[in-house]
């Protein structure tokens, strides 16, 4: 394999604690060498990549992709998922188990394994069910999912209702050393909510999903994870009472971790109305700079705006935005869920839960947390680097010489309008089509090979 070098970029490593004006050197799929000078010798016959004015940083990697396959490749296959990963800049994806069949057993599994080696344009990891058929009753093999490869188990799209089954699941899972990922979700407070429940959900006369519903199964999750000493973590927090509940808990020392997601923190439960009034406490509003104008209209009951859970209150926008900048969410991930079109163009009570997020991730952070002032780039870097690479035990997330070379190169500063058309994902079902953003990924690098860059766009 030829070598690669990267000059004249800002680097940053947050795993090593490097933040500079530097070059990173790469052979044979590897990190060779990071630091000034490096581009006045390359090596003979390396390929060299200027990326002066751009941030140069350790793949990026997504802890919450469902890509569908097996049994669901109308919406998304591996191979397209993990494209959109890479024009998102993520080099590492981590895909969740509530496929047809449900990833509950080694031989499914293997199965994603193949097809991932053979057709993914990322590394793909991949975490095991909970319970077979993710139906909340009996305990999938977890021993054996382990011993096939998966970094994590989870239901997610669902949670496990009976508290003793999950206890039981949280010791087996700490015994083979997995985290546990929860989608939090109590059913019978939840009911048939399909929107948060609020004055806006009173208004449009939609069931409501209140924050309870969530609240309530993080305090158990909290509880069992102080009892077996299991590695937990709460996927797409949502709501104030959820943070408050995690940062007491980390703080007295309960291993449990919390991830927030873009939507959360970029819309409010307005946007169901139609309203894009859906302002920060700063006054700022959604984008954190100057747009240049105003956002794109879109009707009442877009279903592109129906999430589980779902986008809330400003109040619990606030407090995920500031639970991201302070550390208590150390973990951003995309909950990329696509869906076909006709899927959600049906009533608003009827269409499926999720969004696609994967090429817009990246930006509505960057405009969220650093160009808004509220967090430092290499404090941002590490909620998609060493957060997911820490909780899943990845050898990920660094530029350390000898690591793989897995690579990210985004520009900060890129002003760019997304076109859901014109993406990788086979599917459409994406909130900001049509949103002016900020930041964005021009080169993505996998174990030293370039798997997309702007030009080849």
Aim: hydrophobic content about 40%.
């Amino acid at each position: 394999m030829k070598s690669l070098l990267l000059t004249g970029g800002r680097v940053i490593d947050p795993a090593n604690r490097f933040d500079a004006v530097a070059d990173v050197l790469v052979t044979d799929g590897k990190i060779a060498a990071v630091g000034p000078g490096l581009a006045g010798k390359p090596p003979a016959g390396a390929e060299v990549l200027d990326v002066s004015g751009k941030v140069v940083c350790a793949g990026l990697i997504d802890a919450h992709v469902h890509l569908r396959e097996p049994g669901q490749t109308a919406k998304e296959t591996i191979a397209s998922g993990t494209a959109a990963a890479a024009r998102g800049g993520f080099t590492s994806v981590v895909c969740m188990p509530n496929t047809s069949p449900a990833i509950d057993n080694p031989g499914t599994v293997a199965l994603i394994h193949d097809i991932a080696l053979e057709q993914g344009a990322v590394n793909v990891f991949i975490t095991g069910a909970i319970t077979k058929g993710i139906a909340g009753e009996e305990l999938a093999p977890i021993g054996s999912l382990r011993k096939a490869g998966v970094v994590a188990i989870t239901d997610d799209g669902h949670c496990v209702q009976n508290n003793e089954l999950m206890r039981r699941a949280m010791e087996y899972a700490h015994m083979f050393d997995l985290p546990v990922l929860d989608h939090c979700q109590d059913y019978s407070l939840v009911t048939e909510g399909v929107m948060h429940e609020g004055r806006w959900s009173t208004m449009l006369g939609l069931r409501g999903w209140p924050a309870a519903g969530e609240e309530m199964m993080v305090a158990r999750n909290i509880l069992l994870a102080e009892t077996t000493g299991a590695r937990v973590h709460c996927q797409h927090l949502s709501s104030a009472g959820s943070v408050q509940l995690l940062r007491a808990a980390r703080q007295r020392g309960v291993p449990i971790t919390g991830e927030a997601c873009p939507h959360h923190f970029t819309l409010t439960d307005a946007a169901v109305a139609g309203s894009d009034k859906f302002w920060a406490a700063d006054g700022k509003g959604v984008f954190g700079f100057d747009a240049g104008g105003e956002l794109p209209s879109w009707p009442a009951y877009d279903t592109n705006f129906k999430m589980n859970p779902p986008v809330r209150s400003a109040r619990d926008r606030e407090a995920i935005l500031e639970a991201v900048a302070d550390g208590t969410l150390e973990i951003i991930g995309s909950d990329h869920a696509p869906h076909c079109s006709y899927e959600k163009e049906v009533e608003f009570d009827y269409a499926p839960f999720g969004i696609t997020g994967l090429e817009t991730e990246l930006a509505l952070a960057l405009m969220q947390l650093v160009h808004s002032g509220r967090m430092s780039l290499p404090d941002l870097v590490a909620r998609f680097t060493i957060g997911p690479a820490r909780l899943l035990r990845l050898p990920k997330g660094t530029l350390s010489v000898g690591a793989d070379a897995d690579i990210t190169v985004f520009d900060p500063n890129r002003e760019w309008t997304y076109d859901c058309s014109a993406g990788a994902s086979k599917s459409r079902n994406s909130p900001f089509h049509g949103w002016r953003l900020k930041g964005k990924a021009v080169a993505t690098i996998v174990g030293g090979r370039k798997v997309w860059s702007e030009t080849a766009a």
